[in-house]
């Protein structure tokens, strides 16, 4: 039986659980690496981003019309002898599917994968009716006979070493098998499982595309199963989501091209079968084949309706958005999922099996944006993440105080920064002088969190030091506006420094806004969408962008928030628009400027070829969409850039994420740094400064020898003397 | 795309999923390798739904001679006992090295999914390069009403325990195609 956990305390003990798992990541590991290399193969010569706009918007104009599909493939299946059935709640699928089964005379059942059925928890509901269920997918077969859920969408024993399978089947067939022969093993199953099918009266699948033009069902499988489970039986029984309805054979044809690949990097699937009707069936008194179609609402109608979250019906189930999450990648999917899990999970748990199950697991997102980044149907999977916990957190009326506390501070730019100054005053002796680094944590951080020192705030906040340092350029070639970021303005400064030395020599003038407060990412982070707007509108008065010919972020995460969330954020203020285009037209990261707008050159830098490893932030990356430019800085700034494995995998702070889940956060923090210390490199590069924040504290706690560096400082010590 | 462009990209794609394929020419060839895959694999039994009785009869006498038996429909009495199954394809398609084969006929279903060994031969006039150019044809089949059209691209497989990949999970174990030119 699947137990997600309902409520914080539950849910970390089964994360430190999971989190003990070594197979479990390992095997995760493994997996991440080579899925990315066989997906970008099988994406070779493909405009991959035309194929997912012209879907999604395939999808998107589909569920505007849902009911219309249905009737027009109940029209379609019936014509061919099918019978087709909507059912409103899981409930009553299984229900009807039930049914069909008495008025059958069915006594074994045979199942071919369908996510569906996992959702209505059908085979509990048709074996506590006497009905005896055998799930055929091997992955399916499995963790049926260990009586749990899937641990994945598409793989669904990921979770299994061959020694459990294998230990597992010697019990079954109660006949030794060698632990170590996979290819025995799926030969215990074909044997096993033979004669299931051959005597099955009733076969149950799913359908990845139901087709409303000719009323046809389009199933993709590998092992051949669902061949089998529809065509040997003389019932077979089809359970759908409405979401899957596509109008005509082109929607699903295109689905096609990518599901395969974006799922496991195959061009196709062994087997995809279209069934359209009643075919031959010598099982069947009648010749014909017993053919119903289930079709399953379970909120889908409403959710196609929803504005916010319709998106999330475009989901094809390709699994992708787990195998890129560096969550999943830690804890695996019985712990971040309920039974539809990573990022989708994460959404559809609270709408398909509510609000109980959804409340702790949907806080596990880092904000990585590496799910929607591969998701081939363009879902903004983080976002609406965070939206799902805002309804939660509506739903129930109360709120955390961190919530209230934050949202009351940060509404008022003013009382934050004397916050953090007072703060800063008064962390005197916790702070490790030298070092910059608190020497204890605050009593209130657990064991959990000793993971990575914790900075000091400076002394100074570069706010304070601006007007003092401010150079006045004479007939300036550009005008630009810093907007530094909480960390930068309190927490770091000198990284803000090394922008104003890089700049001074290029007749650059830079200020410094005064009015500009936080960009209001961690008001996001903690579903306080309103505090979050107020915060928008501030910023985009204080930074008067018409004002300048750049506004420059050493942030990324700031730059990529003002840059997509602002838009969302500021969409109901119509009188903002202008001055918000312009923000955005003219926001860029501190890389880009330099090579793209300020072309540096190698002659202005010492070129001492210092070993140099490089961080790419989730946000420069995916967010911003900037991945040569920082590396062509360091290249050109006398650098010895030394690629690292996985660059572009979150480092694990995610803000507000590394505290509520210290353990996560130090495991892929862990990993990330490892793979830094085997380039050999003697600094870390990174531009975010909440990434330096992270790594630099791992580091430090690792006592690793590696300097963590924002680009820009590095970048400004190399600069040949004027 | 000319037609030996076509047969190759059909070869490479299909080689890549672990299909057999080679070129033959005309059925008397199809027949002949039939039989020795068989012989080679120890099968005993062969079906073959789609041959024209004038062919069916050679396989009949090539069988006896080697000591095969010719299975003949209804299948579903021997549905454990299947070792080949020769049938036809309807399409091939290039792009991905896949078989189309219409199979609304029952016993080409269990031919194809319940035999050890699945050998198709495909003229090669019928290799397309890809989906998009056989779509018509697919609709037109989708609204002809009831039908059973199945895409095979590769033999069965699974990557479901440790994602080791391991062929011939629940349908045939091998599969042979035959690019048949005319002689
Ligand atoms: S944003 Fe990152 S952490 Fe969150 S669900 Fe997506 S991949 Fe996982
Ligand atoms: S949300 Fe996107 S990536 Fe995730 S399973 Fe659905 S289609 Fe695939």
Not at chain 1, 96 to 124: F, P, Q
Not at chain 1, 193 to 217: H, K, Q, V
Not at chain 1, 311 to 333: D, M, Q, W
Request: net charge neutral; with cysteine; aromatic share 6%.
């Amino acid at each position: 039986m699947i137990q997600t956990a309902k409520d914080m305390k539950t849910y970390r003990k089964k994360i430190k659980a999971a989190l003990k798992n070594k197979f479990l990541r390992k095997a995760l590991d493994n997996f991440a690496s080579s899925y990315k290399a066989s997906r970008a193969k099988a994406f070779e010569g493909m405009d991959l981003s035309a194929l997912k706009g012209e879907i999604a918007q395939g999808k998107d104009q589909a569920l505007t019309v849902l009911e219309d599909l249905y009737l027009r493939f109940k029209t379609g299946a019936e014509a061919s002898g099918a019978v087709v059935h909507l059912a409103k709640t899981a409930e009553e699928a299984n229900e009807i599917i039930a049914r069909i089964a008495r008025d059958n005379k069915v006594t074994s059942i045979v199942k071919s994968k369908s996510m569906t059925a996992e959702e209505t928890h059908l085979n509990d509901h048709l074996e506590a009716r006497g009905f005896q269920v055998t799930e055929t997918d091997l992955g399916e077969w499995i963790i049926q006979l260990r009586h749990e859920g899937p641990s994945h969408m598409v793989m669904p024993a990921i979770h299994l070493s061959r020694g459990q399978v294998g230990t597992l089947f010697s019990d079954v067939t109660k006949t030794p098998v060698d632990l170590e022969d996979i290819d025995r093993m799926v030969k215990v199953a074909r044997k096993e499982l033979r004669p299931a099918f051959l005597s099955a009266d009733m076969g149950i699948s799913g359908a990845n595309m139901a087709i409303a033009e000719t009323g046809t069902l389009g199933i993709i499988s590998n092992e051949g199963n669902a061949r089998l489970t529809t065509t040997l039986p003389r019932v077979h029984v089809a359970l759908v989501g409405l979401d899957k309805l596509v109008p005509d054979l082109a929607a699903a044809l295109r689905i096609l091209r990518v599901l395969p690949r974006n799922a496991t990097g195959q061009a196709l699937t062994s087997y995809v079968t279209w069934i359209t009707g009643a075919v031959e069936c010598g099982a069947s008194a009648t010749g014909k084949k017993i053919l119903h179609i289930v079709f399953l609402d379970n909120s889908r109608l409403e959710l196609a309706r929803d504005p916010v979250f319709s998106e999330a019906l475009r989901c094809i189930r390709c699994g992708a958005c787990s195998n890129v999450c560096p969550v999943y990648g830690k804890v695996g999917g019985h712990t971040l999922g309920h039974v539809y899990i990573g990022a989708i999970g994460l959404i559809l748990t609270y709408f398909y099996h509510g609000k109980d199950n959804a409340r702790a697991i949907v806080k596990n997102c880092l904000n990585c944006q590496a799910c929607k980044s591969v998701c081939p149907v363009n879902i903004d999977l983080p976002f609406l993440i965070k939206q799902v916990y805002r309804r939660i957190l509506a739903d129930e009326g109360s709120k955390p105080v961190k919530n209230t506390i934050l949202s009351a501070v940060m509404k008022n730019r003013r009382l934050f920064h004397t916050l953090l100054r007072t703060a800063s005053a008064l962390q005197g002796p916790l702070v490790k002088k030298e070092a910059g680094v608190l020497r204890h944590l605050p009593f209130v951080f657990g064991k959990a969190h000793d993971f990575r020192t914790l900075p000091a705030l400076a002394e100074k906040p570069f706010r304070d030091q601006w007007p003092e340092i401010r150079p006045r350029i004479q007939n300036p070639r550009f005008r630009v506006a810093l907007f530094g970021g909480c960390v930068v303005d309190f927490v770091s400064p000198e990284q803000a420094l090394a922008l104003a030395r890089l700049l001074a020599p290029h007749r650059v003038q830079m200020e410094y806004p005064p009015g500009q407060s936080c960009c209001g990412l961690p008001a996001m982070m903690m579903a306080e969408e309103e505090t979050a707007a107020e915060v928008a509108v501030q910023n985009l008065e204080a930074l008067e962008p018409w004002r300048y010919d750049y506004i420059l972020v050493l942030c990324a995460s700031c730059g990529s928030h003002m840059k997509e969330g602002y838009s969302r954020l500021l969409a109901g203020k119509p009188e903002l628009a202008e001055k918000l285009r312009s923000l955005q037209d003219k926001l860029m990261d501190f890389s880009s400027f330099m090579v793209k707008v300020l072309k540096v050159r190698p002659e202005d830098f010492i070129q001492n070829q210092r070993r140099v490893a490089y961080h790419s932030p989730c946000h420069l990356c995916r967010g911003l969409g900037v991945t040569q430019e920082p590396r062509e800085l360091l290249r050109t700034a006398g650098l010895d850039y030394a690629p690292c494995k996985d660059e572009d995998i979150c480092c694990g702070f995610g803000g507000s994420y590394s505290l509520e889940f210290p353990e996560i956060s130090a495991e892929i923090l862990g990993q990330k740094l490892d793979h830094v210390e085997a380039t050999g490199a003697d600094v870390l590069v990174t531009d975010c400064p909440g990434c330096v924040l992270q790594l630099r504290g791992g580091m430090n706690k690792r006592k690793g020898r590696v300097q963590v560096r924002h680009i820009a400082e590095i970048v400004a010590e190399n600069l040949k003397a004027p | 795309m000319e037609q030996t462009e076509l047969m190759d990209r059909m070869k490479e794609k299909a080689g890549l999923v672990q299909a057999l394929v080679s070129t033959v020419t005309g059925m008397e060839e199809v027949l002949g390798r039939t039989v020795g895959i068989t012989l080679g694999q120890g099968g005993k039994t062969i079906v073959a739904p789609g041959l024209d009785p004038e062919n069916l009869q050679r396989l009949e006498d090539l069988c006896r001679a080697a000591g095969l038996t010719v299975l003949y429909p209804p299948f579903r009495p021997h549905l454990s006992a299947i070792h080949t199954a020769l049938t036809p394809a309807d399409w091939a398609i290039a792009e991905t090295g896949t078989l189309v084969l219409d199979s609304d006929s029952e016993d080409l279903r269990i031919a194809t999914m319940l035999s050890e060994t699945h050998v198709a031969w495909i003229p090669v006039s019928r290799i397309v390069p890809d989906t998009a150019a056989l779509s018509a044809r697919l609709i037109e089949k989708m609204k002809s009403g009831p039908g059973y059209l199945a895409f095979i691209t590769g033999p069965s497989r699974t990557a479901d325990i440790e994602r080791v990949l391991a062929i011939g999970v629940h349908g045939p174990q091998e599969l042979h195609i035959l690019m048949m030119e005319e002689p």
